[in-house]
């Protein structure tokens, strides 16, 4: 099997792309202050507004997906909520039937994160058919593409070339020219974006989507909402929560984002995450003879590797094909297999290639985090994910000054990845739509018991923000995996996986502060 999409399926139930937070989350220490003085969405109505009826009423004509036991509808929602009937957006959505034994629970709704993930491709890819066998029984498993991704209403920014030059720009500016060579990319890529999609730019929210899946709930003919979202899968499902607090069923948030931080705090507490995460790399690395950074301490492990980008900047390698390896390209590809410990050998042979001056290995791993095809063109999570998070949160920086500022603690936060992910966080400062969210705690009082999951040596959502959000739902438990990787359920802990499948199944919660190994 393809090992590239062994990966991207580890990072789409990241994802997220929490694969894509840093360096594409918008937010400043400027903004509104994290905390209950935020400004946040109001809960919904009890009642749907007689406006959105239509919506509401709706019937899906499901139809054949061509993916075995799958069928496929098409879902409409409002553009705009706030003007409900000046135009739709068309969602898509996947469905596999409960297989039984045992009486069906109604709809699961999953979430892969990104944001940008395709939620329909992660249910017939894997949640639909991997997925723990007792849940499947029991529930519909359904996704639906949120607004701005893949086969929903789609953001695009770039052609294929151009996307090309985007992931190759020195994010580790040495000297003026090269910070005006990244700050112009950031520019034409938010300028690509509202030429090609400049009319559901403003529209996609993760507020915005957590009111489709309500419309999807009640479509589909469930009184509550049950869901698991992963990475910033959580994010929606809290914002769910938030929104609608008297239809939440059960809800597992695994991988768990912190909505009360403004996106420069998101930003370095991810840089220490992949620190964290690189970190055990090394510790392991160290232990074996064929090591390619070294079979001494991890902190020479460490300096074996900023040594080795640091050549690149300036010597990148061939790779057999127009694009070679610098030191961009080499981050991004050690970044992605940070997310799953199984990818620690392939990342080993990679970077054993790539420093003996073969960039392939590596640059396979870059492309599986960008979803870059062989034929040379892109899947839209990149752009997704920025056109969400710009909207969802003010921008980390408002210019190149902010971020130098910045660098040392972003460097302390992480030696070895610090100051490409600081300068990284700048692209939202020229989004073309300003933001229209802010930083706020989420309580949903009122909700029913939410399951938090969180993993102590997570890369893309560290520990502590699970911890977090835990503590700010009135009706949260944390469920803990101590453990290496991105995100828990389905990832081989039984602990882990028994709990949830009880929840799901029973609606038994887990005793607060549960942990798994």
Known sequence: MDSR????????????????????????????????????????PTTPDPALASFYGQKLAWRDCGVPKFQCATLRAPLDYAKPTAGEVKL????????????????LLVNPGGPGGSAVGYLQAYAGIGYPAPVRARYDMVAVDPRGVARSEPVECLT??????????????????ETTALTTSFQGFATGCQQLSGAVLPHVSTVETARDMDILRAVLGDA??????????????????????????RLVLDGAMDPSLPAVDLNRDQTAGFETAFRA??????EKP?????????????????GFFRALDTNPVPTGESRKLGESLATTGVIAAMYDEGAWPQLREALTSAMGGEGASLLALADSYYEREPDGTYANLMYANAAVNCLDLPPAFTGPADVEKAVPSFEKASPVFGKGLAWAALNCAYWPVPPTGRPHRITADG???????????????????AQSLAAQLASGTLLTYEGDGHTAYGRGSDCI?????????????????????
């Not at 049950?226 to 607090?245: K, M």
């Not at 064929?290 to 300096?303: H, K, R």
Request: hydrophobic share 40%; proline share 8%.
């Open 447 to 465: 909700a029913a018991p939410i399951v938090v999951v969180g993993t102590t040596r997570d890369p893309a959502t560290p520990y502590k923000w």
């Open 5 to 44: 999409r062994l990966l991207r399926t580890s990072a789409t139930a990241l994802a997220a792309a929490g694969l894509i937070l840093s360096g594409c989350t918008g937010g400043s220490d400027a903004a509104a202050p994290a905390g209950p003085s935020a400004a946040a969405p109001p809960a919904a």
């Open 160 to 177: 294929g070339p151009q996307m090309d030059t985007y992931t190759q720009i020195d994010q580790t500016p040495d000297e003026a020219a």
């Open 281 to 286: 790399f090394a510790a392991d690395c160290v």
């Open 92 to 107: 898509a959505v996947s469905r596999v039937a409960a297989s039984g034994p045992g009486k069906r629970l109604g709809s």
């Open 224 to 249: 509550k909402l049950s869901y698991v979202g992963a990475s910033y899968g959580t994010f929606l499902g809290a914002t769910y929560a938030e929104l609608f607090p008297g239809r939440v069923g």
């Open 290 to 306: 064929d090591c390619p950074l070294g079979t001494g301490s991890v902190d020479a492990a460490s300096d074996a590797l900023k």
């Open 497 to 517: 996986d028994s709990a949830i499948n009880t929840y799901l199944l029973e609606g038994t919660v887990p005793k607060d502060g549960k942990r798994c190994t």
